[in-house]
């Protein structure tokens, strides 16, 4: 399930929960962090989408900035749901992936939140998500780089794809040990560190870099 975070600007509790209400019928997972500051953003790592709510330009603008300036953040598409006359004076073409006007229709907002989320993970009609000469079946489980089948087990599978259908965001290791193996694995941080070398080394040929390693945070797909 997607994890969506909805961030009100103060007052805009009304439309917030008729945001997070519709999302809720959409089946995605929704968090409504009681305060929209780096500290509260910090303790949620992995997020999906931001819903950014208000109408009033400037701080509308602050909550997108409080995300862009967070390495951690900064990669996650951002969908500003706001009223017309904002939009008018609003940056939207640096803070926001797309807008979203109030009033608006269930339906409208559904598909703006796939069309977001297929534009981040870049899987086609197939099921076949590609980055350069690698290619991800989600349908088959198959990983080939210019052509060649790849031999991954199926954590290393699991570890790769997730990180490639999220390639702009910056994952810490114990994000990623929470979304791959999950809550109840009690393993550390080595346990990625040590499939992410044995990734590269099979999918990194011919000096072609796909995985990132950001110093003291974690690692991104940059592919």
């Not at 017309?84 to 339906?107: H, M, N, Q, S």
């Not at 031999?151 to 259908?165: A, C, G, M, Q």
């Not at 040590?194 to 040929?205: F, G, P």
């Amino acid at each position: 399930m997607r994890k969506i975070m909805v961030l009100a600007a103060s007052g805009e509790g009304e439309i917030a929960e008729k945001v997070t209400l519709e999302l809720k019928n959409f089946d995605y997972e929704v968090l409504c962090p009681g305060k929209a500051d780096s500290d509260e953003l910090k303790s949620i790592e992995q997020m999906d989408l931001f819903v950014l709510v208000g109408r009033d330009t400037g701080k509308l603008e602050d909550l997108a900035r409080t995300i862009i300036r967070d390495e951690l953040l900064s990669g996650t598409p951002r969908l500003v749901v706001t009223d017309e006359k904002t939009l008018a004076d609003l940056d939207y073409c640096r803070l926001a992936d797309d807008i979203l006007l109030f009033p608006f229709r269930p339906v409208e907002l559904a598909a703006r939140v796939r069309i977001l989320s297929w534009r981040t993970e870049k899987v086609d009609p197939s099921n076949i998500v590609k980055a350069g000469p690698l290619s991800i079946n989600l349908s088959t489980y198959e990983v080939t780089v210019n052509g060649k089948l790849i031999d991954l087990t199926f954590k290393e599978y699991e570890l790769l794809s997730y990180l490639v259908t999220r390639r702009r965001r910056v994952h810490t290791r114990s994000g990623l040990l929470n979304r791959v193996w999950g809550d109840d694995y009690y393993g550390g941080a080595r346990t990625v560190d040590v499939h992410i070398r044995r990734i590269r080394s099979k999918i990194e040929t011919g000096g072609q870099v796909f995985i990132q390693t950001v110093r003291g945070v974690g690692y991104r797909f940059i592919g």
